[in-house]
């Protein structure tokens, strides 16, 4: 990800130290100077065959934080699109600090490099930069110019130097520890655990080896790990694991009324956590907008209808492609714009009406009339609103402005289907911008304006759209917004607003550098949010890029129904924000109607205009109703009601792997010596553990009955792939074979189990014979 250096970040000197090759004036030395209006003013191997290199020496030892890439005034086929750069003390032993790529564009892009280590600094003296492809498939790699950024105060230089030299002793002598307590070394690990007083391991997993590796102690072992996740020790790599989507349909509660909202799309739903209470308002039906608003307890499972017509309540008309959003301290819902058809786009009619429910006395206060004449947006649809509710502060971004429609060589009498299906020529698109609302004093603030052109090349310009998503996080009081459509234009652009500081700062550009690990371009997606797990879910639906949309999202992106697409898939991706990183947890490719048939009582099926909306208190996800997009049925709309959980390995889960690990092995070595007692502890023990609903370990218990039959050799080859054979020369080093089996598989047991606790508690995941080159 390309960022701006920070404010301790100093331009470091260097020279070029060593290359792999060059062509003609092409000498790598032409990197020292930024010189874009010269075209021979760079570094071109003379070939593109690995390896091409460049390996920089900086002037002294510095604390290397950001590398800068400049680029000639025009795009060039030689610009490398993908990268590596490593660092380290000498030339002969780095560590891989980057891997990104550059886009083929005339800008200067910023990285920010890896330089810590265990929460510490560490130093780099020479900087290795490997290009591994050019943007011309065919061409050489270039490189034009490179400027380093860190810190070389020697004062704190000198501090990393000494801890760094002290954190790789430290790491050499663990793995000195590790390989002598694997190989069964006790006096040389005893002696050198003694001599330089350094712990392998946290001392709960010295206890676990103790336990089960020295004294043979299984169901003490058991005992431990039941304590250390207790303990929560699995909680890091539980977070680390890909979530799984488990969809479930929600039926009516049979004791209940059984009434439920009709079908629509374009309506809007938010969520009260606090009650358990989801809201819905409006929408289309496929013939008209709707103007109910129904709530939906969720340990009831019970809808409810608080207004069949709101209007009718001192409440917003009939609408959809509007927005809403909860205040669940004050228990108030507040919703701002719609769509109109473009024979009522008269000015009368082009007020942005602004609505404030106050769920407690089920009321509702038309805040004001316009909001344009207090300083906020025109009308618009499909912008986003969230709300920052411990300052009661509004945000509405985007949307397209509804302006006066313009007629040609329409007639008297034209119908309003046909309207519908553009025989009109409308006005040239308009999006708003970003505003935002203090509720207490009712006032609007205008933040930014639309960039006009569309070219976002300013760092603080922003390019409005519609059918995107924006949310905010409240422990970062920062807006995220994401992806959307400008006129014909899909943006995959994802970037974040703070409002504290009043600064844009661009995740991703759009440029389609990391194109095969976000959400790609043409798809509707709907986004929600998770502070405490610092995440971002988006539930996307990906669209044929040849289709061309316009207009109003109730009708499913497009009310051109002869040029609506049917091949869409859905997909559900996560974007973890700590570590800036995309994850697909689930996509479906499989289309048609038969497919969808069987799959509706599974998963939903692909759809436009739905509604998501997400309790971050359970962890659940709702979505109702939408547009299927059928071609043969343009008017059919969704009432189906979802909720997806996001589900993850649990701890009790996590134990169980531990125990069938563990009981495994007992009966392995059972096995061996005694195949009564053996056959004794499969059926009782081991059987168990195994969860009978996984068919996997159903299907592996099955197999482990044959191991009974056969010889021990045949045994370990055959049915414990993880375990070493007896033909290995390092346990006949060891004197006997039965010994060095035991501890061996043991010592490999116990490293399968220690995979689950927090790497900085366990002993190094390398091993020292992997540091011996071939």
């Not at 649809?381 to 007629?407: C, K």
Request: with cysteine.
């Amino acid at each position: 990800m390309a960022e701006a250096p920070s404010q301790d970040t100093a331009n470091l000197k260097y020279s070029i130290h060593k290359y792999s090759t060059f062509s003609a004036n092409y000498a790598p030395e032409n990197i020292l100077e930024d010189k874009p209006n010269d075209q021979a003013s760079r570094w071109s191997s003379d070939s593109n065959n690995p390896p091409q290199f460049l390996i920089l020496k900086l002037e002294r030892p510095a604390v290397l934080k950001t590398i800068t890439f400049g680029k000639y005034e025009k795009v060039h086929v030689c610009n490398i699109k993908k990268f590596r750069v490593y660092g380290g003390l000498s030339d002969d032993n780095m560590v891989l600090l980057l891997e990104s790529g550059l886009k083929n564009d005339t800008v200067p892009e910023t990285f920010l490099l890896k330089h810590t280590v265990s929460g510490h600094q560490f130093p780099v003296r020479y900087v290795k930069i490997v290009p591994l492809q050019s943007w011309g498939s065919t061409f050489n790699f270039s490189i034009w110019h490179v400027n380093l950024g860190g810190c070389e105060d020697w004062n704190i230089v000198q501090k990393c130097i000494n801890w760094y030299t002290t954190y790789r002793e430290r790491e050499a002598i663990r793995l000195c520890l590790k390989h002598f307590r694997q190989h069964n070394y006790t006096e040389a690990f005893e002696s050198l655990e003694k001599r330089t007083r350094v712990t392998l391991e946290d001392p709960r997993l010295t206890k676990l080896h103790k336990l089960l590796v020295e004294q043979g102690d299984f169901d003490g072992s058991e005992k431990l790990i039941s304590e250390a996740a207790r303990d929560g020790l699995f909680q890091q790599y539980i977070s680390q694991q890909e979530y799984k989507p488990q969809w479930t349909p929600i039926i009516p509660s049979p004791t209940g009324s059984r009434q439920q909202p009709g079908m629509r799309g374009g309506h809007q739903m938010c969520i009260d956590t606090n009650t358990q209470t989801i809201y819905l308002f409006g929408g289309w039906d496929g013939n008209q907008d709707l103007s109910d608003l129904w709530s939906y307890q969720v340990l009831s499972q019970e809808w409810t209808c608080i207004s069949r017509d709101t209007h009718a309540k001192g409440g917003p008309s009939a609408r959809s492609c509007h927005k809403m959003c909860l205040d669940p301290e004050r228990r108030q819902i507040f919703t701002l714009g719609r769509y109109l058809d473009s024979a009522l786009r008269v000015p009368e009619n082009l007020k942005s009406d602004f609505y404030m429910y106050d769920i407690e006395n089920n009321k509702w206060t038309q805040i004001t009339e316009d909001t344009a004449a207090l300083g906020g947006p025109r009308l618009i649809f499909d912008h986003q609103m969230v709300m920052d509710v411990e300052n009661r502060i509004i945000y509405v971004f985007g949307g397209r402005v509804l302006t006066p429609s313009r007629w040609e060589g329409c007639v008297g009498g034209l119908g309003l289907d046909e309207r519908r299906n553009n025989t009109y020529t409308p006005s040239e698109a308009i999006f708003s911008g970003l505003y935002s609302y203090h509720v207490a004093t009712n006032t609007w603030t205008k933040l930014r304006d639309d960039d006009c052109a569309g070219n976002g090349t300013g760092p603080q310009d922003i390019k409005s759209r519609i059918g995107h998503s924006m949310l905010f996080h409240s422990g970062t009081r920062q807006l995220f917004i994401l992806a959307g459509q400008r006129n014909k234009e899909y943006l995959t652009d994802f970037f974040t607003y703070n409002i504290d500081s009043d600064t844009v700062t661009y995740i991703s550009d759009g440029s389609g550098k990391d194109s095969a690990s976000v959400p790609a371009a043409g798809f509707t997606q709907k986004a929600t949010i998770d502070p405490q797990l610092n995440e971002i879910h988006v539930l996307s639906l990906r669209v044929d890029l040849r289709a061309r949309y316009s207009t109003g999202s109730h009708k499913g992106l497009s009310k051109d129904k002869e040029k609506r697409e049917e091949n869409v898939r859905n997909s559900f991706w996560v974007y973890d924000i700590s570590q800036n990183k995309w994850s697909c947890i689930y996509r479906n490719e499989q289309t048609g109607e038969t497919y969808w048939n069987k799959m509706q009582h599974v998963e939903p099926c692909p759809r436009y205009a739905h509604q998501l909306v997400y309790d971050d208190t359970k962890k659940v996800h709702y979505l109702f109703g939408g547009n299927p997009g059928k071609t043969y049925l343009p008017k059919m709309r969704l009432d189906d009601f979802w909720s997806l959980r996001l589900c993850r390995p649990s701890t009790e889960q996590l134990f169980q792997t531990c125990v069938l690990l563990i009981r495994k092995h007992r009966f392995s070595e059972l096995a061996r010596s005694n195949s009564v007692e053996a056959l004794k502890y499969l059926q009782t023990e081991l059987y168990s553990a195994v969860d009978h609903g996984n068919p996997s370990q159903v299907q592996e218990f099955q197999a482990l009955a044959t191991t009974l039959f056969q010889s021990p050799e045949d045994c370990t080859m055959t049915h414990t792939p993880l375990l070493p054979s007896e033909d290995d020369p390092s346990l006949k080093a060891e004197g006997s074979n039965d010994l060095g089996w035991v501890h061996s598989s043991r010592s490999q047991l116990f490293d399968q189990l220690t995979q689950f606790v927090p790497e900085h508690m366990t002993q190094p995941r390398g091993n020292l014979v992997d540091l011996i080159p071939y």
